[in-house]
C-alpha cells in the first residue's frame, strides 16, 4: 500500500535551514508529481509546493517562494524540501502529497512533521 | 494567491444532508474542473474526498457528492453521520500554476 513517512523536523531559529525529506513507497514514485502541503498550529491548510515527476516543474506558494526548494531523488524514491531563511510564521506540520495522476488532487498524505521556529 | 472562501462552521443532525460552499474566482475554482475535497479529523492527515469536482476516490461513501457551478464548488454530504464531524477543505488549481485552499470548514454534527 501507499506510503509516505516524512522525516527531518524540529526547532529552529529564525533564519537558519532545515531540510525535509518524504519516504516513498507503495507506488511508482519515478512516475508521479509530489507536493508539499503546510498547517499552522490551529490553522488551515496551505499548498507549498510542487514537483513534476521528473523535477523539470517546480512551483511554489509566493510565501515560501525565493526561500524553499523542492526536489526529488527517484532513485531513492524520496522527496526533499530544503528550508531557508526560516521565519516565525514557517512554523507548521508539514505534509507530503502525491498527485492522483494528471487530476491535482492530493491522493494519499503522510502524517506529517512539525517545524517550529522559534529563538 | 487569496485563499478560497467557505463558511468557517456548518451543522446538521444524524440522517441530514448538509452543503458546504467553496467560492473562488476564474483563475482558480471557475477556471477548470481541478475542484478537489478534503476530511481532516483531529491530528490526522487530510483524505481526499472528492477530485476532479465530482469524482469519488475508491473507499469513500457515495453519500459524499459535490458539483461546481461557475466559481462556486460545493460538498454535500447526505445521511449525516457522527463520523463525518471533521474540518473540510476545498482547493483549486490555478491558472498561475499554483493551488490555493479554502479556509476550511468545521462540521459539527449535532
Known amino acids: 500500500q501507499v506510503q509516505l513517512v516524512e522525516s527531518g523536523g524540529g526547532v529552529v531559529q529564525p533564519g537558519r535551514s532545515l531540510r525535509l525529506s518524504c519516504a516513498a513507497a507503495g507506488f511508482t514514485f519515478s512516475n508521479t508529481a509530489m507536493y508539499w502541503v503546510r498547517q499552522a498550529p490551529g490553522k488551515g491548510l496551505e499548498w507549498v509546493t510542487f514537483?513534476?515527476?521528473?523535477?523539470?516543474?517546480?512551483y511554489y506558494a509566493d510565501s515560501v517562494k525565493g526561500r524553499f526548494t523542492i526536489s526529488r531523488d527517484n532513485s531513492k524514491n524520496t522527496l526533499y524540501l530544503q528550508m531557508n531563511s526560516l521565519r516565525a510564521e514557517d512554523t507548521a506540520v508539514y505534509y507530503c502529497?502525491?498527485?492522483?495522476?494528471?487530476?491535482?488532487?492530493?491522493?494519499?498524505w503522510g502524517q506529517g512533521t512539525l517545524v517550529i521556529v522559534s529563538s | 494567491q487569496s485563499a478560497l472562501t467557505q463558511p468557517a462552521s456548518v451543522s446538521g443532525s444524524p440522517g441530514q444532508s448538509i452543503t458546504v460552499s467553496c467560492t473562488g474566482t476564474?483563475?482558480?475554482?471557475?477556471?477548470?474542473?481541478?475542484v478537489s475535497w478534503y476530511q481532516q479529523h483531529p491530528g490526522k492527515a487530510p483524505k481526499l474526498m472528492i477530485y476532479?469536482?465530482?469524482n469519488r476516490p475508491s473507499g469513500v461513501s457515495y453519500r459524499f457528492s459535490a458539483s461546481k457551478s461557475g466559481n462556486t464548488a460545493s460538498l454535500t454530504i447526505s445521511g449525516l453521520q457522527a463520523e463525518d464531524e471533521a474540518d473540510y477543505y476545498c482547493t483549486s488549481y490555478t491558472s498561475s500554476d499554483t493551488w490555493v485552499f479554502g479556509g476550511g470548514t468545521k462540521l459539527t454534527v449535532l
Open positions: 476564474s483563475s482558480d475554482v471557475g477556471g477548470d474542473n481541478h
Open positions: 502529497a502525491k498527485d492522483r495522476t494528471h487530476t491535482w488532487s492530493f491522493d494519499y
Open positions: 476532479e469536482v465530482n
Open positions: 514537483i513534476s515527476y521528473d523535477g523539470s516543474r517546480k
